[in-house]
């Protein structure tokens, strides 16, 4: 079964879009556009057509008609001792998709792997994957790959913090190459708004995606060493970043004293997928610089504002941007991959 179309959505949202795909990001300009008109146009998945020959929705029907369903169990066992595996497991598909494609070379374990870079040092959910893949081996051996398990972990794990439900094509193969060096591309949280946009489209993803994607930030941690270059010493002011609410800067100081320590994603509601991400950045309460900055440029703010209003709105297009994010392959991987037996290792 190849990969269908989804029903362009158009909604009324007032201080909006009037076209995603009609504006030029590459320039910051406040004047450049006219945010009067308010009409977004919301792209699903026409743009996935490039990736029909390689992904299906049916793939393993008949060779193992059970896999999601054993994924799900799987999955809801580890989140429901632990509910904080949700949104590691989301973090660990997105390391996973913007180091060539989604391959699932992140969970390689050997010397000088992804795994082992500095970028992933606080990644989880790794023993989550390799559980799934030693129950999919005993009832599909040989048929089920990593990178769509962890896919599809993500998306039940997702389901599971209470987000949206969205379809999984499956047909990713996995890689048998991961170095260090090449994880170091992952945004660090302190990149300028032009930077992220380069980079997500570079990926093939939209300011859309950016912004939407950015709203998994809803739940989840961080550790305080992304933060505390905002607290105490930002840009060599010798001073915290103006643009944090001050209640929330001694919040995050008391919070944040180690850089060890963690820290909430979403001050307001962190066990609960909702749009509190949007509003936390309209009263200058997001935690990482890159958050922050999504409210104050012209390229971004308005779609993070309208995304405040539209909960519905919000969860249906982060399925959307989920599958396009999934659906980022690597020629190489899926020409000369594999399907894994251990998630840890390629096959010998």
């Known amino acids: 079964m190849r990969i269908s179309s989804f029903m362009i959505i158009t909604i009324f949202v007032t201080s909006f879009f009037t076209s995603i ?6 320039a910051n300009d406040n004047s450049a556009y006219d945010y009067s008109s308010t009409i977004l146009k919301v792209p699903n998945l026409a743009d ?3 990736v029909e020959d390689d992904l299906s929705y049916s793939l393993y029907h008949e060779s193992c008609p059970d896999v999601e369903g054993i994924i799900y169990r799987k999955v809801k066992e580890w989140v429901t001792k632990d509910p904080t595996l949700a949104p590691s497991l989301l973090r660990l ?8 494609g989604c391959d699932a070379s992140i969970l390689l374990d050997h010397e000088g792997s992804e795994r082992a870079s500095n970028m992933s040092k606080s990644l989880r959910g790794f023993e989550v994957i390799n559980d799934i893949k030693a129950e999919i081996e005993k009832k599909c051996p040989k048929i089920v790959s990593c ?20 379809m ?7 890689g048998r190459v991961s170095l260090a060096k090449e994880a170091t591309i992952v945004p660090k949280g302190s990149e300028s708004v032009t930077n992220l946009i ?3 489209q570079s990926k093939g993803l939209n300011v859309l995606d950016l912004v939407v994607l950015s709203g998994a930030h809803t739940i989840g941690r961080t550790t305080c060493e992304s933060v505390q270059h905002r607290l105490y010493n930002y840009k060599g002011t010798k001073g915290p970043d103006p643009s944090l609410d001050p209640k929330y800067l001694n919040y995050l100081r008391r919070k944040c004293r180690w850089a060890s320590e963690t820290v909430s994603l979403d001050g307001e509601t962190p066990n609960t997928f909702d749009t509190q991400y949007y509003h936390n950045l309209k009263k200058n309460m997001g935690i990482l610089s890159t958050d922050q900055l999504l409210y104050s440029d012209s390229r971004t703010k308005p779609v993070a504002n309208g995304l405040s209003f539209e909960s519905t709105l919000f969860k249906n297009q982060f399925g959307v941007s989920m599958v396009k994010l999934s659906s980022i392959l690597d020629l190489t991987s899926q020409d000369d991959g594999e399907i894994r037996v251990d998630c840890k290792y390629v096959n010998h």
């Open 147 to 166: 990178a769509d398990i962890l896919t599809t972990a993500a998306r039940d794990a997702t389901v599971l913090a209470g987000g949206p439900y969205w």
């Open 168 to 174: 999984i094509p499956f047909g990713r193969k996995d």
């Open 198 to 200: 380069e980079f997500f």
């Open 21 to 26: 795909s009609a504006y030029d990001y590459s």
């Open 48 to 50: 996935l057509s490039a």
């Open 93 to 100: 598909q997105y390391h996973d998709c913007v180091v060539r």
